[in-house]
């Protein structure tokens, strides 16, 4: 069974940091892009981050300068680095593998930020 699982969200003051990280198991995406979206209250989805396997990145206007997507290909896992949070930073975190075929989807993490 192929899985893609969040980590790393949390609550915290506007301003602070945070890691996420999204684990793949069942099969590596090593060779494929891989996405971090977000989706907040009453709002749709929508693409933070992506990452290619060459690792070439691409942001969101809205985190330009604040956030950082990176992979570690050893672990299988990919990681985005939160900085300088606002309150509309608030949604659910969720990661995507983009292959051939077919998309893959993690459950998502809350990231609540808030003073």
């Known amino acids: 069974q192929v899985l893609l699982v969040e980590s790393g969200g949390g609550f915290v003051q506007p301003g602070r940091s945070l890691r996420l990280a999204c684990a793949a198991s069942g099969r590596t995406f090593n060779g494929n892009i891989m996405e971090w979206y977000r989706q907040a209250p009453d709002k749709e989805r929508e693409l933070v981050a992506q990452?290619?396997?060459?690792?070439?990145?691409n942001y969101a206007d809205s985190v330009k300068g604040r956030f950082t997507i990176s992979r570690d290909n050893t672990r299988s896992t990919i990681y985005l680095q939160m900085n300088s949070l606002k309150p509309e930073d608030t949604a659910v975190y969720y990661c995507?593998?983009?292959?051939?075929?077919?998309?893959?989807w993690g459950r998502g993490t809350q990231v609540t930020v808030s003073s």
């Open positions: 995507r593998a983009s292959t051939p075929g077919r998309d893959y």
């Open positions: 990452i290619t396997p060459g690792g070439y990145t």
